[in-house]
T-cell receptor, first 114, second 113 residues
Framework: AQTVTQSQPEMSVQEAETVTLSCTYD???????LFWYKQPPSRQMILVIRQEAYKQQNATENRFSVNFQKAAKSFSLKISDSQLGDAAMYFC???????????FGKGTKLTVNP | NAGVTQTPKFQVLKTGQSMTLQCAQDMNHNSMYWYRQDPGMGLRLIYY???????DKGEVPNGYNVSRLNKREFSLRLESAAPSQTSVYFC????????????FGQGTRLTVV
């Protein structure tokens, strides 16, 4: 079974600084997708960014970007110019090609200090 | 746009009681899911439905039943609640197929005493 590991239960960053959240995954498949979801205190899960495994180019969405290292099975999230509104739980998730199911990591709680 | 709507948002049950969590989506999505979120455990899949009329077990299905009533609605039933089922429950939906964005409801916080 595929597993997703987030090794940092908590992280903190100063406002306007950059922070990187780590994620590794275990799969023997070649066709899959990776996601980062954000869960603010409101509990609402929000998609931050998505990466297709077949794409070599790292995905970016405004201040959010990923470092996708396929051989190392690593998928880290970089948040640039951190804002107070970025404070949340961040979940890394995996979806195998041909399957609808999302497998989540245990999450990283990000605190943004003013 | 309502998106994914879950009811209720909060519930307290006594051990052994039963209840049904309701979920409805208005995005015409094919697939729907139920997850539970526990501290330090992330989200774990309970059941999912790839299309109307089909349901499949996820990672933690024991103690739960589901019904895909129609394309819009997917309910989760606890027949005899146990304290171990205290959790936050999330319903989600998407078009189906790998790689599609999942849209989540706001969750139901369930406490079993």
């Amino acid at each position: 079974a595929q597993t997703v590991t987030q090794s940092q239960p908590e992280m903190s960053v100063q406002e306007a600084e950059t922070v990187t959240l780590s994620c590794t995954y275990d799969t023997s498949e070649s066709d899959y997708y990776l996601f980062w979801y954000k869960q603010p205190p409101s509990r609402q899960m929000i998609l931050v960014i998505r990466q297709e495994a077949y794409k070599q180019q790292n995905a970016t969405e405004n201040r959010f970007s990923v470092n996708f290292q396929k051989a190392a099975k690593s998928f880290s999230l970089k948040i640039s110019d951190s804002q107070l509104g970025d404070a949340a739980m961040y979940f890394c998730a995996y979806s195998q090609g041909g399957s609808e199911k999302l497998v989540f990591g245990k999450g990283t709680k990000l605190t943004v200090n003013p | 746009n309502a998106g994914v709507t879950q009811t209720p948002k909060f519930q307290v049950l006594k051990t052994g009681q039963s209840m049904t969590l309701q979920c409805a989506q208005d995005m015409n999505h094919n697939s729907m899911y139920w997850y539970r979120q526990d501290p330090g455990m992330g989200l774990r899949l309970i059941y999912y439905s790839a299309s109307e009329g089909t349901t499949d077990k996820g990672e933690v299905p024991n103690g739960y039943n589901v019904s895909r009533l129609n394309k819009r609605e997917f309910s989760l039933r606890l027949e005899s609640a146990a304290p171990s089922q205290t959790s936050v429950y999330f319903c989600a939906s998407n078009w189906g197929g790998a790689g599609t964005e999942a849209f989540f409801g706001q969750g139901t916080r369930l406490t079993v005493v």
